[in-house]
C-alpha cells in the first residue's frame, strides 16, 4: 500500500494522460464514425462501399495491428507526429469502425416510412439526417455507444507498448520496482480504470433520464 | 540477429546445393549448442531436485525476445541464447536433456507470480538481482554481468554519454529496468516505452526516438546487424546482475543451483555457453561473475 501513498501523484498523471489520450480519440472517431454511418446510409454507390469497406477491413483487424501499421508504417510515409498523435490515430481509426456500425443500427431502427414523409415534404437527404433519422437514432444507440466508449478507454492500455507513458505503462513501471506489492498494485489500477468508465456510465445515464422526460 | 544467421545460413546451405560449390564463402555449416556435463547423482529425498528429477521435466521461465540471452527463433519455434544455455546447464546436473525442458515465457511482470504459484520452477530471464525482487524470490548467481548503455544513429555525434540526453528521446522496454533509470536519473530525457527492442530500434532509425538503452550486450547485437546505421556509444553506466530466480523459501534449490553455476564456471560450460551465444557478437568472453551465497 506504501508504494501507491508515495507514487500517487505520477499515477495520477498517468490516468490523465489515459485520459486526454481517450478522450481526443473519442471525438475523433465519433466525428469518423458518423461520417462512415452517413456514407454507409447515403444513395451514392461509391461513399456506400468506401463505408462498408472501411468497417469490413478495420473491424476485423486487431487493435494492436492497427497501431503497428500507424506507428511504424507513418514515419516510413515522412510523417512523424508524435507518439502520442500517432497513439490517437490508430485508436481513432479503429474505433470509428464500430461507432460507424453502432450509428448505422440507430438509423436503421427508424421505419422507412419517416424518411419517406420527410423526403415527400421535400427535405433534402441532409435534413433528412439531421432534423428526422440522426435525432431519435442516437437516443436510441446511447448504451452501445457507451460501450464502444468504454472499450476505447481501456483499449488506450495498448499506447504503453507504443511510447505513450499513460496508465497501464506506469503500472508495469511500479509493478518492475515494487515486486512485493504486485497484487495491491494490479487491484489499485483496476480500480482507476472503473472509476473512469463507472463516471462515464453515471454521465450516460444521466443524460438518457434527461432525455427521457424532455 | 542470431535468426538472421541462421537463416540465412539455411538459405545458403540451400544455394550451395543447388549451385555445386560456388562460392558461398559467408555460410558457415550450422554449429550444434554444446551439450553440458550431466550428473548422475541422486538427491536429498522430499528435496526440489529429487522431485524434479524423478519427474523427467522441469518448467522454466524465459525471455522469448531477447537477441543473444533468450529469443525465441521463429523458423525452430525454439528459445536460443545464453540463458537458455545456463537452462540447460541446470537441467543436465538434475538429470534431464534439453528436450526435457519446458521453456515458457516469462516477460518481466510475470517472473514474481510465475515462481510464487509454481507456474514454473525456475526462472532465468534477464532477471536483474535486486534487494526489493529478493524479498520475494530466491537468487541464485549472479551467472552473468552486463550494464546499461546506448545506441544511437552512426551520423548522430550529439549524445556521446548518458550525460548528453537532455531533452531526448530514448527508447526502452515498458516496464524495464533500463527505462526507470533513465525516468529517475536523467529526468530531463525523455523516455519512450515500446513493446520489443525491436521497435525501439526501427523507431531509431526512422528518426521518431534519438537513442535506444539497454544491457550492452543487447545493444552490441542490434549494431551488429545494421553496422552502416547504427552505432553503441558510452561506457556501461549501471550494472546488472542477471540471477536465477527459486522459490523464496527454497534454500536447498538455491544452494543446489549456485554449486552448480560454480561447477560451470570451473569445468568450462559457463564459456562454452557464453560462445555458443552472446559470443558470437564477436565480443570475447568476459570475466565470470562472482557468485553471491546469502
Known amino acids: ?214 | 540477429m542470431l535468426m538472421r544467421t541462421r537463416i540465412l545460413a539455411a538459405v545458403g546451405v540451400g544455394l550451395a546445393l543447388l549451385a555445386t560449390a560456388s562460392a558461398c564463402g559467408s555460410s558457415k555449416p550450422k554449429t550444434g549448442t554444446p551439450s553440458y556435463a550431466a550428473t548422475q547423482a541422486s538427491f536429498a529425498a522430499g528435496s526440489t531436485m529429487e522431485k524434479l528429477h524423478n519427474a523427467g521435466k522441469i518448467n522454466i521461465g524465459v525471455k522469448f525476445d531477447q537477441p543473444g540471452i533468450g529469443m525465441k527463433n521463429p523458423a525452430t519455434d525454439k528459445p536460443e541464447g545464453f540463458d537458455i544455455e545456463i537452462a540447460k546447464v541446470v537441467a543436465a546436473a538434475l538429470g534431464l536433456k534439453p528436450e526435457q525442458i519446458n521453456f515458457q515465457e516469462a516477460v518481466s511482470k510475470n517472473r514474481e507470480p510465475f515462481l510464487q504459484n509454481g507456474t514454473v520452477d525456475l526462472v532465468i530471464a534477464s532477471y536483474s538481482i535486486t534487494d526489493t525482487r529478493k524479498k520475494v524470490v530466491g537468487f541464485a548467481g549472479p551467472y552473468y554481468q552486463t550494464g546499461q548503455q546506448l545506441m544511437v544513429r552512426k551520423d548522430d555525434s550529439s549524445i556521446k554519454g548518458p550525460d548528453d540526453l537532455s531533452g531526448k528521446k530514448v527508447c526502452s522496454v515498458t516496464g524495464s529496468t533500463p527505462l526507470a533509470n533513465i525516468q529517475n536519473k536523467y529526468k530531463s530525457a525523455i523516455a519512450v516505452p515500446f513493446a520489443t527492442y525491436t521497435e525501439c530500434v526501427q523507431q531509431l532509425t526512422n528518426g521518431s526516438v534519438d537513442a535506444v538503452t539497454t544491457d550492452g550486450a543487447i545493444l552490441l547485437g542490434y549494431a551488429a546487424a545494421q553496422p552502416t546505421k547504427l552505432k553503441v556509444v558510452g561506457e556501461p553506466f549501471s550494472k546488472e546482475k542477471y540471477g536465477i530466480g527459486v522459490k523464496l523459501e527454497d534454500t536447498a534449490f538455491r544452494n543446489f543451483i549456485n554449486d552448480v553455476l560454480q561447477k560451470a564456471i570451473d569445468n568450462g560450460d559457463w564459456k562454452k555457453a557464453y560462445e555458443a551465444t552472446l559470443g558470437k557478437s564477436g565480443n570475447a568472453a568476459p570475466q565470470p561473475p562472482t557468485l553471491e551465497r546469502y
Open chain 1, 1 to 214: 500500500m506504501q508504494v501507491l501513498i508515495d507514487n500517487w501523484g505520477s499515477i495520477l498523471r498517468a490516468f490523465l494522460e489515459t485520459l486526454e489520450l481517450a478522450g481526443l480519440s473519442a471525438v475523433v472517431c465519433l466525428i469518423v464514425g458518423s461520417l462512415l454511418a452517413v456514407m454507409r446510409v447515403s444513395p451514392i454507390p461509391p461513399l456506400r462501399l468506401f463505408g462498408s469497406g472501411y468497417v469490413t477491413i478495420v473491424r476485423n483487424t486487431p487493435l494492436v495491428l492497427v497501431f503497428i501499421l500507424v506507428v511504424h508504417g507513418l514515419p516510413e510515409l515522412g510523417l512523424k507526429g508524435s507518439f502520442f498523435t500517432r497513439a490517437v490515430i490508430a485508436l481513432s481509426v479503429y474505433t470509428a469502425a464500430f461507432v460507424c456500425e453502432v450509428l448505422r443500427s440507430g438509423m436503421l431502427t427508424i421505419p422507412a416510412g419517416q424518411a419517406e414523409a420527410a423526403r415527400a415534404l421535400g427535405m433534402t437527404f441532409g435534413q433528412n439526417l439531421r432534423l428526422v433519422i440522426m435525432p431519435q437514432a442516437v437516443r436510441a444507440v446511447l448504451p452501445p455507444l457507451t460501450s464502444v466508449m468504454i472499450a476505447l478507454l481501456k483499449n488506450t492500455a495498448i499506447a504503453e507498448a507504443f511510447g505513450v507513458a499513460e496508465a497501464t505503462g506506469k503500472m508495469d513501471d511500479l509493478v518492475r520496482d515494487h515486486a512485493d506489492a504486485i497484487l495491491p498494485i494490479f487491484i489499485a489500477f483496476a480500480a482507476g480504470y472503473m472509476i473512469i468508465t463507472l463516471g462515464l456510465s453515471r454521465i450516460v445515464a444521466w443524460y438518457e433520464r434527461r432525455a427521457a422526460a424532455s
